[in-house]
Every structure is written in structure tokens, then in C-alpha cells.
């Protein structure tokens, strides 16, 4: 079973609007990671925002946040003021296991935003 | 170094022969991931190395597959026969030791066609 879906293989949004990209998971672990990041059309994977299975608040990075749902097992990303360079595709992605610790992230297939001038 | 560095960045070889690919990951990251990525898709995990040790290598499709990181700092990714397959981007990510609360850093990965 898919442990990370992302629904929408393509969104677009205007300059300046604020946009939300979905994210729903599946694990049976109580302490669990999960990140979003932003891949460039240069390839490179650009790490975004993390929150923490136990964190109680959502997280925020700048113009990121997390809308973290825990018994809907949802993540969706919003961003706000959208600018033109934030087109891109962008990926959820969860690690189990104990707050902090090392292990290997399980990615979606991603979301392509496209921001409209 | 400043980032994570893959070399090469792209590289075309011939269905069968053997390939290597190397990470340099950030000074003083003793974990080392390789992850490969398909078109249209999200990124596949492969290998973990903590230090010299690979911590978990599930995700390695078959024994064609395999890497090293003898020194604990580079690694590099072989596959041996490869397929048309085995066509896609691999990416190298490294982050440091002790808690983690934030993404790993990835190379920007080397592109490997078979034909």
C-alpha cells in the first residue's frame, strides 16, 4: 500500500495567491517525521518544512506551513503569496521511527505547481 | 564541501556494461543516502549508510546493485549489467549525526541512460 499520496499530479495558481497541496499517509507508527520539498526543473531537491508526529503546533517556514491533521493523516503544504518561482514539483515524504532519528524518507509521486503571472 | 556533489552529472552507457556513480556528501555528515528517481515519480529509496556501514539496504532492487563508502565520507553507487531499466536519476543526500529534525541535504544527482 501506498504510504505517501499525493492526489494532485498538477495544480496552478496565481501570482500572489495563496495555494495548498495535498498530502495523506499511512503508517502504524506513533513517532513519525514528515517533509515536504521543492524539486526544481534543475533537478535538485530542496528541502522545505518538517513536522514532528508529537509536535503540537503546525510548522511554518516563511511563506510555508504545514496543516498537519493527525487522525485525518494529512499534510497538506500551503504557500502563500505565491511567486513565479516557486513553479516547481513538489514532494511529501515521511520517515518512521523515533523523533529525530535517522532513517530513509518514503516519497509521493509529487505535485507539479505551475504559478500564473 | 559547501553541498552535496555528484559525479558525473550525466552519464549514457551501453546495456551491459558497468557503471559508477559517486556521492561527496557535506563534510562531517556521517549519514549518506542513494535514492533513484524514475520519471514522473517521486524518490525511491536504495541504500543508508551510517558511516562505512550501510544501516539498511532494502531498497536495492537486485544483487546488479550495490555501493560502497569504505572511508566513511564518499561513496559510490555500482551497477553491474545494467538494463534499459536501470535509466533514471540517482540521487545522493547526506545529513549530520544526532537528532534530526530537518530534511536531508541531496545532491543534484546523476542522470544515467542505458541504451
Known amino acids: 500500500a501506498q504510504k505517501i499520496t499525493q492526489t494532485q499530479p498538477g495544480m496552478f495558481v496565481q501570482e500572489k495567491e495563496a495555494v495548498t497541496l495535498d498530502c495523506t499517509y499511512d503508517t502504524s507508527d506513533q513517532s513519525y517525521g514528515l517533509f515536504w520539498y521543492k524539486q526544481p526543473s534543475s533537478g535538485e531537491m530542496i528541502f522545505l518544512i518538517y513536522q514532528g508526529s508529537y509536535d503540537e503546533q503546525n510548522a511554518t517556514e516563511g511563506r510555508y506551513s504545514l496543516n498537519f491533521q493527525k487522525a485525518r493523516k494529512s499534510a497538506n503544504l500551503v504557500i502563500s503569496a505565491s511567486q513565479l518561482g516557486d513553479s516547481a514539483m513538489y514532494f511529501c515524504?515521511?520517515?518512521?521511527?523515533?523523533?529525530?532519528?535517522?532513517?530513509?524518507?518514503?516519497f509521493g509521486k509529487g505535485t507539479k505547481l505551475s504559478v500564473k503571472p | 564541501g559547501a553541498g552535496v556533489s555528484q559525479t558525473p552529472s550525466n552519464k549514457v552507457t551501453e546495456k551491459g556494461k558497468y557503471v559508477e556513480l559517486r556521492c561527496d556528501p557535506i563534510s562531517g555528515h556521517t549519514a549518506l543516502y542513494w535514492y533513484r528517481q524514475s520519471l514522473g515519480q517521486g524518490p525511491e529509496f536504495l541504500i543508508y549508510f551510517q558511516g562505512t556501514g550501510a544501516a539498511d539496504d532494502s531498497g536495492l532492487p537486485n544483487d546488479r546493485f550495490f555501493a560502497v563508502r569504505p572511508e566513511g565520507s564518499v561513496s559510490t553507487l555500482k551497477i553491474q549489467r545494467t538494463e534499459r531499466g536501470d535509466s533514471a536519476v540517482y540521487l545522493c543526500?547526506?545529513?549530520?549525526?544526532?537528532?534530526?529534525?530537518?530534511?536531508?541535504?541531496f545532491g543534484s544527482g546523476t542522470r544515467l541512460t542505458v541504451v
Open positions: 515524504a515521511m520517515r518512521e521511527g523515533r523523533r529525530g532519528s535517522q532513517g530513509n524518507l518514503i
Open positions: 543526500a547526506s545529513s549530520p549525526p544526532g537528532v534530526l529534525l530537518f530534511g536531508y541535504t
